[in-house]
Structures are given as C-alpha cells and as structure tokens.
T-cell receptor, first 113, second 114 residues
Framework: DAGVTQSPTHLIKTRGQQVTLRCSPK?????VSWYQQALGQGPQFIFQ???????QRGNFPDRFSGHQFPNYSSELNVNALLLGDSALYLC????????????FGPGTRLTVT | GESVGLHLPTLSVQEGDNSIINCAYS??????FIWYKQESGKGPQFIID?????DKRQGQRVTVLLNKTVKHLSLQIAATQPGDSAVYFC?????????????FGTGTRLTVIP
C-alpha cells in the first residue's frame, strides 16, 4: 500500500490563476482532510470530506473548494490565487477509527508568483 | 494550537542526550492530543497520543506529559539519535474520532548534534 499520495509534487502559478491539487487516500480510508502549511508554521485545517460531501470547514475563504469522488480520492481547488496562498498543501486520510490512524501525504508545494 | 509567530523555536541536543519539547495549547475543550514529527519534504508522522483523562503516556523512547491546569504538553525523547532531527508539532482535537479536526501548534525544530 502506497499510503496517501498527492499530485503534483510541486507547482508554480501566477496570481489570479486557478489550481487543482489531487489526493488519493490510503486503501481502506474513507475520509480526506486538507491542510495548508505556510513556511515555518504548523498545518492549518482547510476542510474535510466524507461520503463525497464537505463535512467540516476551517477558516478559509470560498476561493478554496474541494471534491471527493466515489473512490474516496479528493481534489482541492483554489481560485483567484494570491501570493499568500503559497504553501505546502497536505492531504490526510483516515478511516472510521480514531485520529491516531490519520495518515498524511507528502504534500504539494504551491508557489504563487 | 498556539501560534507563536513566524519564528520556529529550535532545540539542539547532543546525540545520546534526552530531549524535551514543549507545547502550549489554547483550547480548554480539547481532550485529545497528538505529537507529530515532520521531516523535510514529508508530511507529519504520528509519534504518540494522549487523552485528557491521562497525564502521562509512554511509547518507545518517547513520553508525553499533559498538564491540563496550565494547558501544557511536553514530548520527551530518550537517548536522542540523529534520525530524530525534524520539526515536532503538537496537535489538539475535541474528540479522538476520525471525524474530528486537528489544530496544530507552530512546531519546534530539533537538531541532534552527532
């Protein structure tokens, strides 16, 4: 099992553009959470998807949206990119068990110029 | 988790010494806590967890202490090794099911000197 995989690894975009990041959860996991990690800071919760619906959302604007597919994979979309959106975007998957099972992917490094 | 600004706290220890990493959490309603290790270019990796009804939990070479009175967590690493060099985060949650979200602190960079 490859665990949680994310693509692409790195991405460079220009202000105002739109970006889509992808995540495949660990086999057997049905819940996907997305986090934004700015340089030198801890991850900040964006939202969580379960059964193809957004179950919880952190303090992020509507420019951040997501989707979960029937195979539990997920996408994070960010519109109208700002310089401040430059960060490492982490995907974490978990099953119906306890939080200790939550597994993070390696992240996608997004740079907005 | 508590935000302490843009400067990541650092800790340097000699190989073989014990390390203690501290964390202050902000939400008194949090009842479940996890320590994560993040190496360069990787996502956070689970180290150890503790529920709020406990004040100490031990794992392999690691111990977590919880002081709810002052909302403080610490991670102790025994006989620190070069492979322990990484950034360490504490994370808090209300509840410990997979449906709950994690709130992370800023992190501490641990450097082990051979």
């Amino acid at each position: 099992d490859a665990g949680v995989t994310q693509s692409p690894t790195h991405l460079i975009k220009t202000r105002g553009q739109q970006v889509t990041l992808r995540c495949s959860p660990k086999s057997g996991h049905d819940t996907v959470s997305w986090y934004q990690q700015a340089l030198g800071q801890g991850p900040q919760f964006i939202f969580q998807y379960y059964e193809e619906e957004e179950r919880q959302r952190g303090n992020f604007p509507d420019r951040f949206s997501g989707h979960q597919f029937p195979n539990y994979s997920s996408e994070l979309n960010v519109n109208a990119l700002l310089l401040g959106d430059s960060a490492l975007y982490l995907c974490a998957s978990s099953g119906t068990g306890v939080l200790r099972t939550r597994l993070f992917g390696p992240g996608t490094r997004l740079t907005v110029t | 988790g508590e935000s302490v600004g843009l400067h990541l706290p650092t800790l340097s220890v000699q190989e073989g010494d014990n390390s203690i990493i501290n964390c202050a959490y902000s939400n008194s309603a949090s009842d479940y806590f996890i320590w994560y290790k993040q190496e360069s270019g990787k996502g956070p990796q689970f180290i150890i967890d503790i529920r709020s009804n406990m004040d100490k939990r031990q794992g392999q070479r690691v111990t977590v202490l919880l002081n709810k009175t002052v909302k403080h967590l610490s991670l102790q690493i025994a006989a620190t090794q070069p492979g322990d060099s990484a950034v360490y985060f504490c994370a808090e949650s209300r509840g410990e099911t997979g449906a709950n979200n994690l709130f992370f602190g800023t992190g501490t960079r641990l450097t082990v000197i051979p």
